[in-house]
Nanobody
Framework: QVQLVESGGGLVQAGGSLRLSCAAS????????MGWYRQAPGKQRELVAT???????NYADSVKGRFTISRDNAKNTVYLQMNSLKPEDTGVFYC???????????????WGQGTQVTVSS
């Protein structure tokens, strides 16, 4: 019902930058919160940043001041600008959205397939 397509991952040296994008499509009635989570090898998935439909943002302490989340409501797209990347930022980044669809008329959580971010030291 809702597809999330991520792009922008890759390999970067420590101190470098990457920008992730995630576009939501499908029978979307309204998009609520969108965001990014990451999963490092051997660890649980954790929140990186979220942004509400009104633009309120929330960040993990580990990325505050380095990452910036934004969204384009007209394009149903969320972005994550990542600066000053560190090796500990390495992991699979998953796009997330909480969305109401025309099919169910209720809000449900949806996830992208993930994009790999590797930061070398």
């Amino acid at each position: 019902q809702v597809q999330l397509v991520e792009s922008g991952g890759g390999l970067v040296q420590a101190g470098g930058s990457l920008r992730l994008s995630c576009a939501a499509s499908g029978r979307i009635m309204s998009l609520n919160t969108m965001g990014w989570y990451r999963q490092a090898p051997g660890k649980q998935r954790e929140l990186v940043a979220t942004v509400t439909s009104g633009g309120s943002t929330n960040y993990a302490d580990s990325v505050k001041g380095r990452f910036t989340i934004s969204r384009d409501n007209a394009k149903n797209t969320v972005y994550l600008q990542m600066n000053s990347l560190k090796p500990e930022d390495t992991g699979v980044f998953y796009c997330y959205c909480n969305t109401r669809t025309w099919a169910t008329l209720r809000y449900d959580d949806y996830w992208g397939q993930g994009t790999q971010v590797t930061v070398s030291s």
